[in-house]
T-cell receptor
Framework: AQKITQTQPGMFVQEKEAVTLDCTYD???????LFWYKQPSSGEMIFLIY??????QNATEGRYSLNFQKARKSANLVISASQLGDSAMYFC???????????????FGKGTLLTVNP | DVKVTQSSRYLVKRTGEKVFLECVQD?????MFWYRQDPGLGLRLIYF???????EKGDIPEGYSVSREKKERFSLILESASTNQTSMYLC????????????????FGPGTRLTVL
């Protein structure tokens, strides 16, 4: 079974509108971290936002927020006020176990290609 | 800001050549990683290093080796390049010991697109 599932291969959004990119995960570990990365066509993976399994509040970073629903095992990325520069591939990733130490491995989803239309 | 650099953005090699991909980070991170990224397969971990001269195999280590002689530098070696190693290679680094949850975030370099002919 896939540990990270991104069900939307591609998404389209109009400039200035909000968009939600879906991510569901599968783990039996009570301690885990969830990450979102953006990959523009240039190829670099850019870290966007982090959510820990014990965090009480949804993470926010500027126009990015994470809709964390622990019981449903979902960690959707919400981008508000989309910009043309947001067009990119977006990856959800999970680290199982406690932060640091030997629990280093990230498992990535297959990604969602977001296109922002003017 | 974290900076991870990779020696080449694009590389073209011939089958059978020995290929070196270099990665350097300037954040004093203990952990360094090499991934390859292929369409439809996502990112897959090749090798990981948590300290100088230490390494661990990832999910797909076959056909690759690594070297970490200095903390800031992590090299990926293709001993005898093959066409099925044509891919995008991404290096990343992170802290190993964290005081604040989430600060083990992996930061990536710009990637190297390797073509083996």
């Amino acid at each position: 079974a896939q540990k990270i599932t991104q069900t939307q291969p591609g998404m389209f959004v109009q400039e200035k509108e909000a968009v939600t990119l879906d991510c569901t995960y599968d783990t039996s570990d009570p301690s885990y971290g969830l990450f979102w990365y953006k990959q523009p066509s240039s190829g670099e993976m850019i870290f966007l936002i982090y959510q820990g399994s014990y965090d009480q509040q949804n993470a926010t970073e500027g126009r990015y927020s994470l809709n964390f629903q622990k019981a449903r095992k979902s960690a959707n990325l919400v981008i508000s006020a989309s910009q043309l520069g947001d067009s990119a591939m977006y990856f959800c990733a999970m680290r199982e176990g406690n932060s640091g130490g030997s629990n280093y491995k990230l498992t990535f989803g297959k990604g969602t290609l977001l296109t922002v239309n003017p | 800001d974290v900076k991870v650099t990779q020696s080449s953005r694009y590389l073209v090699k011939r089958t059978g050549e020995k290929v070196f991909l270099e990665c350097v980070q300037d954040m004093d991170h203990e952990n360094m990683f090499w991934y390859r990224q292929d369409p439809g397969l996502g990112l897959r971990l090749i090798y990981f290093s948590y300290d100088v001269k230490m390494k661990e195999k990832g999910d797909i280590p076959e056909g690759y080796s690594v070297s970490r002689e200095k903390k800031e530098r992590f090299s990926l070696i293709l001993e005898s390049a093959s066409t099925n190693q044509t891919s995008m290679y991404l290096c990343a680094s992170s802290f190993r010991v964290v005081l604040v949850l989430g600060t083990d975030t992996q930061y990536f370099g710009p990637g190297t697109r390797l073509t083996v002919l």
